[in-house]
């Protein structure tokens, strides 16, 4: 079992930057993939970045050039920047984890708001 916190959303004007950060209760070095996904009103939930144990990263083609994945072991964070944001960008954002059993976990999701 693991827990995961997100933190970070809010509301921002286009163009504007916000950075995401997922804790997990334990340890993330048995954790591959991680990452973060989104679901927008009405729409799916969708792979946003997505970042290996090996280093080995997937954007989401809406946001590649814009957002930034980040992982740091020692502080068991998943970050991700993103930048130069756009209304479609509105959305919830999940922090997501699978262990080497292959269970997924999620967090609770924290809302992003693209909006002038």
């Known amino acids: 079992q693991v827990q995961l916190v997100e933190s970070g959303g809010g509301l921002v004007q286009p163009g504007g930057s916000l950075r995401l950060s997922c804790r997990a209760s334990?340890?993330?070095?048995?954790?591959?993939?991680m990452g973060w996904y989104r679901q927008a009103p009405g729409k799916e939930r969708e792979s946003v970045a997505l970042?290996?144990?090996?280093?080995?990263?997937n954007y989401a083609d809406s946001v590649k050039g814009r957002f930034t994945i980040t992982r740091d072991g020692a502080k068991n964070t998943v970050d991700l920047q993103m930048n130069s944001l756009k209304p479609e960008d509105t959305a919830v954002y999940y922090c997501?984890?699978?262990?080497?059993?292959?269970?997924?976990?999620w967090g609770k999701g924290t809302l992003v708001t693209v909006s002038s």
């Open positions: 997501y984890v699978r262990d080497r059993y292959f269970v997924a976990y």
């Open positions: 970042i290996t144990n090996g280093g080995t990263i």
């Open positions: 334990r340890s993330i070095s048995s954790f591959d993939p």
